[in-house]
T-cell receptor, first 115, second 120 residues
Framework: GDSVTQMEGPVTLSEEAFLTINCTYT??????LFWYVQYPGEGLQLLLK?????DKGSNKGFEATYRKETTSFHLEKGSVQVSDSAVYFC??????????????FGKGTHLIIQP | GAVVSQHPSRVICKSGTSVKIECRSL??????MFWYRQFPKQSLMLMAT???????TYEQGVEKDKFLINHASLTLSTLTVTSAHPEDSSFYIC????WGQGDPPNYGYTFGSGTRLTVV
């Protein structure tokens, strides 16, 4: 079945450090890929997405590129801030054309940014 | 826009009792709602998909008689954990599909803030 594997946390970095959170997927078709972020006490929020190979999603300084050859969608940010501390979920949606089932999520990576 | 309000955020109940979790779409009509469960250090696992006015579709291995889902209106979906046991302790989160205005139509997902259920 479809699955998403992302790096285990917590990931602890200093402010202004470079961030990479790895995400790889297994899917029988051609999924859309997402990164969601969950701040403490809040619901999941869409951070960025990519719907086809080589697409790059970006938002709030975060980027991720859909790599079909390596089945990956790694999240990166050049300079993290304390306010980026949250749990990040990688997810896929196999059929994005409507009538799809719910998202398939990774386990989530807890990111802690220290001042 | 497209906010889903989920309540309660935390609940502790005794074994054998039932607990109801509500998700309301505040500024849109949610024709499709998803319910997820997350155990510690595990992924969010889809439990069921509900469409307004029809029976929910449960994922394999999810007991429909134990996890009752009602989606009687376009703004409210509820999950009732019946005869709860300690192994039902988990984080439950709802999500609604939100349709955009594009052509062709596209959609995204908005999530509730989750409910931490502890059964003692």
């Amino acid at each position: 079945g479809d699955s998403v594997t992302q790096m285990e946390g917590p990931v602890t970095l200093s402010e202004e450090a470079f961030l990479t959170i790895n995400c790889t997927y297994t899917a029988t078709g051609y999924p859309s890929l997402f990164w969601y972020v969950q701040y403490p006490g809040e619901g999941l929020q869409l951070l960025l997405k990519a719907t086809k190979a080589d697409d790059k999603g970006s938002n709030k300084g975060f980027e991720a590129t859909y790599r079909k050859e390596t089945t990956s969608f790694h999240l990166e940010k050049g300079s993290v801030q304390v306010s980026d501390s949250a749990v990040y979920f990688c997810a896929l949606l196999l059929n994005s054309g409507g009538g799809a089932d719910g998202l398939t999520f990774g386990k989530g990576t807890h990111l802690i940014i220290q001042p | 826009g497209a906010v889903v309000s989920q309540h309660p955020s935390r609940v502790i109940c005794k074994s054998g009792t039932s607990v109801k979790i509500e998700c309301r779409s505040l500024d849109f009509q949610a024709t499709t709602m998803f319910w997820y469960r997350q155990f510690p250090k595990q992924s969010l696992m889809l439990m069921a998909t509900s469409n307004e006015g029809s029976k929910a579709t449960y994922e394999q291995g999810v007991e429909k008689d134990k996890f009752l889902i009602n989606h009687a209106s376009l703004t409210l979906s509820t999950l009732t954990v019946t005869s709860a046991h300690p192994e039902d302790s988990s984080f439950y989160i709802c999500s609604a599909r939100v349709w955009g205005q594009g052509d062709p139509p596209n959609y995204g997902y908005t999530f509730g803030s989750g409910t931490r259920l502890t059964v003692v």
